[in-house]
């Protein structure tokens, strides 16, 4: 896997006294803004046009562009609070002021927000608005009715998922067309009636520390300490005063028990889908019993949040997608899209602690995520678009009660910008069939603004191989978990906006490969290292099998080109991303076989294989 930084695009020249058509040095009087000597004819030279343009590069990057040289020069990627060239020199990575309010500049413009408008039709044109990006094409009509129902829409990506007979019209994404949530309850049992079912305290245990290892990083939202008070107060409390315990409460216990079991490698696949199954149901049952309809807390919510990633690992899309709807009008009723500072809302508290403000605003940037990265997959569109909760107000605290790993603080900030940028540029038009840029400009603009928002990731999520990585998960695999889901979600929404397509905008072949390869690279990571947990993450299976699907349907236009062939078999990133998509089916083979085989990866190596014949 190539290091991260190959994606980078050419920096521009920062230094005055560096010729930008060339490798020459001024003259000093070039510098000083003399007149040079006349020509033969006897006429003056024109005098040289100053470059007034900032240096937005490192002060080290510059120094040694100027001396090396343009050839051998490594570009200034200008990331904060390093680049990456100054991490890999280790030397030090200082910016000019004017740099850093640039940049700080380019950042809050990220987070402003826009609307999506269709562009105007030309008159006498006409555009098929269901290839406004080579990610979604590659099939015939005729292929695309032979695997989903007509409900599908253009979202290609989804024919990963169909079953192999056409689903009935209610089922919207022919995806788990049975109820999701098992009835094994009594009309009059109530909360005491699912607080039986717990497991034993040593096994209630060991999944919730399953939970805290293999979900936990990837969606920090629970604050450990706190719930883990909770969660022993209420296992050494009487049986009369459990069965008066918080409903939420219970049911947040039920939903981390589901996922916990789904990461278990200890029981066989079936018994492990049939536990997790009942505790999500006793998770659901407890929410009824909390009337979560009606009333909402933090608790339901996390819960709901938790209850929807279950599903959609349990191959529940479609349930996973409406149960998402009802969380989201929920968070919006508590009135945890607003800034807790304000408390122009019922249930705001200005006067909160720090930490309940803190906890409001984890909990939106989770639910957040959900509904952006998910809209992005199915090309359906975002509901967390009304905000006043700045990404810049999740700080660390180092209280005690308070205190966080500074590093899940930098990562849930990461991924929220990210979220934010993507939810306004990709979300909204794709889920319209809207160019996502609609013009050359726009698009470059576009890349920068996704550049920008990777340069504000620490070092530790962007200056890694998967070496580095393998090395690193023998202290901290958390963090290396978290590095492959934020680089994942990254270089993905890169590729789309690389493959987007319009009239006056072509799709960029070489930058959406080379996006498309570190995005899917991050998967194959993620096997290598935790086959088990990659098995599970829907998300991110699903993720690799629309780049894969992507690179496939680039090469495939590449090949219809004059000399489109001989470019395929010569050029070293069309035979890597030959190679990517080969890897892709050969994961998609071995999940599709043995005690754990998927019919799901057996429909992605039908689809991904027609690109290798």
């Known amino acids: 896997m190539a290091r991260r930084g190959s994606h980078h695009r050419t920096q521009s020249n920062g230094n005055s006294s560096v010729v930008s058509s060339g490798l020459g040095v001024r003259s000093a009087s070039d510098r000083d803004g003399s007149t040079a000597s006349p020509t033969a004819d006897g006429q003056p030279q024109k005098k040289k046009q100053k470059r007034n343009k900032p240096t937005l590069s490192c002060f080290e990057c510059v120094e040694r562009k100027t001396k090396a040289g343009l050839i051998f020069h490594i570009p200034c990627d200008r990331g904060r609070p390093h680049c990456l060239a100054c991490i890999k020199r280790q030397t030090e990575c200082k910016y000019a002021p004017v740099a850093n309010l640039l940049e700080e500049t380019s950042r809050s413009a990220t987070n402003g927000r826009r609307m999506t408008k269709a562009p105007k039709k030309r008159p006498g044109t006409h555009t098929d608005r269901s290839l406004t990006n080579a990610a979604d094409r590659g099939f015939s009509t005729n292929r695309i009715n032979s695997l989903a129902s007509a409900t599908i829409a253009t979202s290609t990506g989804l024919l990963s998922n169909v079953p192999y007979s056409a689903p009935g019209s209610s089922n919207v994404f022919g995806i788990g067309s049975e109820h999701p949530f098992q009835n094994y309850w009594t009309c009059s049992g109530g909360l005491p009636e699912v607080i039986s079912v717990l497991p034993n305290k040593p096994n209630a245990d060991m999944l919730i520390a399953r939970y805290f290892e293999c979900v936990d990083p990837v969606y920090p939202m629970l604050h450990r300490q706190t719930f883990y008070a909770d969660y022993e107060h209420f296992w050494q409390s009487p049986e009369v005063e459990k069965n008066c315990a918080e409903p939420a409460f219970i049911a947040l216990i039920f939903v981390m028990l589901a996922l916990g079991t789904q990461f278990v490698t200890s029981t066989s ?345």
């Open 269 to 613: 696949p079936g018994d492990r889908k049939q536990t997790a199954e009942f505790y999500a149901s006793a998770s659901n049952q407890a929410l009824r019993m909390s009337s979560y309809l009606s009333m909402a807390s933090l608790k339901s919510i996390q819960a709901m949040v938790l209850i929807t990633y279950f599903l959609i690992n349990d191959n529940h899309a479609s349930d996973g997608w409406a149960f998402g709807g009802i969380l989201m009008r929920q968070a919006y009723a508590m009135g945890l899209h607003r800034d807790p500072n304000i408390g122009m809302h019922p249930n705001l508290t200005p006067d909160a602690s720090f930490f309940e403000k803190q906890q409001r605003r984890k909990v939106w940037q989770a639910v957040l995520l959900q509904d952006t990265f998910l809209t992005v997959l199915l090309s359906l569109p975002p509901s967390a678009t009304h905000t006043d909760v700045s990404v810049e107000d999740l700080v660390e605290d180092n209280s005690s009660i308070a205190s966080d790993d500074p590093t899940d603080t930098a990562y849930v900030r990461g991924s929220w910008t990210l979220a934010n940028l993507v939810q306004e540029t990709i979300c909204s038009p794709r889920s319209l069939d809207v160019p996502i840029c609609a013009t050359v400009r726009h698009k470059s603009k576009l890349v920068a603004d996704f550049r920008a928002v990777y340069r504000s990731f620490p070092d530790i999520f962007r200056s890694w191989d998967a070496e580095a990585l393998a090395q690193f998960a023998q202290s901290n695999k958390r963090v290396v978990r978290q590095t492959l889901f934020l680089s994942s979600n990254y270089f993905h929404n890169l590729m789309l906006v690389h493959a987007s397509e319009s009239p006056d905008v072509p799709v960029n072949v070489r930058g959406t490969l080379e996006a498309a390869h570190d995005a899917i690279a991050a998967f194959f990571v993620l096997y290598a290292l935790f086959e088990n947990e990659a098995k599970v993450w829907w998300v991110f299976n699903h993720r690799a099998f629309l780049e894969a699907l992507c690179i496939g349907n680039v090469l495939r236009e590449v090949a219809r080109e004059p000399g489109g062939e001989e470019s395929m078999e010569r050029d070293p990133l069309f035979v890597r991303a030959r190679n990517d998509i080969l890897r892709m089916v050969q994961i998609m083979q071995n999940m599709s076989e043995g005690e754990q085989a998927s019919a799901t990866a057996k429909t992605r190596v039908a689809v991904l294989s027609e690109f290798l014949t």
